[in-house]
């Protein structure tokens, strides 16, 4: 069987519209290992505070570019649903980290993450194009995967991640002690930095027994810890050497396992981060307007209009066609608000339309660096000190254009030409025709490019 490992990284770009009979042959790879490293920076690998020896080694003795571009908006779950299916999110259909529903009237804004991957995706991923192929996927806390069938081994990351794990993944961690409990106390109870551990254990294992082609990891404590702490924080630091060493556990379980030489591993982060020392009370706003009134619980009662929001990014929701027009007049003259866009230039920035996609809202709007966005309606103000108030210092969510919010992509091991630097930056929709290439599998309706000249291609077919 081959098989794949992916740690999120970038690959040469030719366009996926191409036939195999047109691409470079090569030795396919048995295995990928895919790291995601949410909330890695570019520019950490190369920022000498920080002790990454694992990192800089796959770095320098594989490939690596200068930063992987995000899809709009440049939030976890929409890029982990770019990275396995090479669409932008107008096409995948996802934008936040779930579902949001709005109606007017009471109760009229929240979004819901507890969904299968069926209702919140609306396009084919690696996991069903390997399965059609005879290949298997495994994912470790993966966003966007809640009852995907096409996952052999599946522990998603949702609101119930262990009551929608694989049932022979969860007694087979049950067992050999990693979990402690077959409910969600067994990650709960843990620190951020501890599930981190947690879900290394896991993917530890499955490389150990039943290793697929294709097995994809999340990491999520250094982006909580950026968020929580800042990204110049002594906890941040903390965070990155962990990972650091955490990634070099999954290397030494491949090599204990005989799979090292047959495992393509690419290193990836889904965003970056910017600092948010100020904080955009999105649906204060509204209220100050008239449009949504709020109760003595300090949540919405009753709205005409409503915001939801995350870091950098927001979308407004109205069913009033009169009332869009002056709220993107309104927000465009906002302190801190860098760009509103309305429903017909959304797919120019790679978004859905709120015609096909219920989901989706009336105006975008993306912030300032500097600046983030909040939809809580339970402090008082419209632009609060974000430390004061205990609202995230850092975060992401802005224009992919900001270099801020490059995320990381090295390439390292079987079929990856060694000390590679391609000097510009590749887009997220790039890597999952990367690793149907190098699973030697045709992905026809993917969008993103394969960069060649990181891979040991050896002939041009005919």
Known sequence: MRHVLILLISFILVPLTWSNSNLPTHEHTEHILVISIDGFMHNLLTDDRYNIPTLRYLASEGAQTSGLRTSNPSLTWPNHTTIISGVHPSEHGLIFNGKVEFGAGENPIGINADLPKGELISVVTLPELLAENNLRTAAINWPGTQGDSFIMDNWPDSPDPVGNMSEDLMWDLFDEGILVDMTNFALWQLSSPDRDLLWIEAADFIIQNRMPELLLVHLLDLDHTGHRQGINSDEFKESLETTDENIARLLSSLKESGLYEKTTILLISDHGFTCTPQTIMLNNHLKELGLLTVGE????????????????????????????????????????????????????????NPGSNPHVGQIALFAKPGYGFSFRTDLEGLLLDSATYSLPRAHHGFLNTHDDMLGLFIAYGNNVNEGVVVNHSINMVDIAPKIAFLLGIEAENMTGQVLFEIFDTYSVRD
């Open 297 to 352: 619980n300090g949540n919405i009662d009753f709205a005409t209009a409503a915001a939801w929001s995350t870091g950098g990014f927001g979308m407004i929701y109205t069913e009033d066609e009169a009332e869009t027009i002056r709220l993107a007049n309104y927000f465009e003259s906002v302190e801190g608000i860098e760009t509103v866009i309305a429903a017909d230039k959304f797919e120019e920035f790679g978004l859905p």
